[in-house]
Nanobody, 123 residues
């Protein structure tokens, strides 16, 4: 599966952005999808994931209540709605996919990756 992320940009603290990740190549609905981020000088960090049907989600504690992951299988797209953004959310955000297995926050468990989209939150 090929993944293409978009929607990043520059926003002030407290603002919102919605990231999109369009998938192509295989049956999108079979895949668990995830979002990860990497800030300069830091390791890649799990942000959120969603199961194939879209009724189960997982979030890192720092974004709970502010970010929402969702998917539209007919459109082969997964979204990350980010509200109440903070400067510490600044990072390159990447979407990823895995076909098998349950919940995981490990990037090594996601074999398919899209290119990143930059999110910058100014204070």
């Amino acid at each position: 599966v090929q993944l293409q992320a978009s929607g990043g940009g520059l926003v002030q603290a407290g603002g919102s952005l919605r990231l999109s990740c369009a998938a192509s190549g295989r049956t999108f609905s079979n895949y668990r999808m995830g979002w990860f981020r990497q800030a300069p000088g830091k390791e890649r960090e799990f942000v959120a994931s969603i199961n194939w049907i879209g009724d189960r989600t997982d979030y890192v504690d720092s974004v709970k209540g502010r970010f929402t992951i969702s998917r539209d299988n007919p459109k082969n797209t997964v979204y990350l709605q980010m509200n109440s953004l903070r400067p510490e959310d600044t990072a390159v955000y990447c979407c990823a996919a895995r076909l098998t297995g349950g919940y995981s926050r490990r990037s090594d468990d996601f074999p398919y990756w899209g290119q990143g989209t930059q999110v910058t939150v100014s204070s």
